[in-house]
């Protein structure tokens, strides 16, 4: 039985990838961006997906039900660039099964 998602995400170049994500390594979507290298090296999770840095943040295209925003989520994003309505950060989204067809578009570079 296989444990792996498939997500697309949109990178900044708006190139759209369909990738397969484990969900038994406790990723997060962030780690996933970086594990395929669809950002620089460097422009992408420069806090290490601790929520203090907004460098992950992306637009949730898909009407998955994601986890509510932490505090620290909500005042990262309530500082960062490019904000929508739909914008969460990577970081703070697991890959869990629960996240097959999970569509997004990685944020524009602040």
Do not use: W
């Not at 840095?53 to 989520?73: F, G, I, M, N, R």
């Not at 309530?78 to 629960?98: D, T, W, Y």
């Amino acid at each position: 039985m296989s444990s792996d998602i498939n997500i697309k995400i949109t990178d900044r170049l708006g190139v759209t990838h369909t990738i397969e994500a484990p969900t038994d390594m406790a990723l997060n979507l962030m780690e996933v961006v970086r594990m395929y290298e669809l950002a620089p090296e460097g422009t992408i999770g420069v806090c290490g997906g601790m929520a203090m840095c907004a460098s992950c943040q992306c637009y949730v295209q898909s009407t998955h039900e994601l986890p509510e925003k932490s505090d620290d989520e909500e005042a990262m994003l309530s500082e960062a660039f490019h904000v929508k309505s739909n914008s969460r950060l990577g970081c703070q989204i697991q890959m869990i099964p629960e996240m097959e067809g999970l569509e997004v578009e990685l944020a524009p570079e602040a």
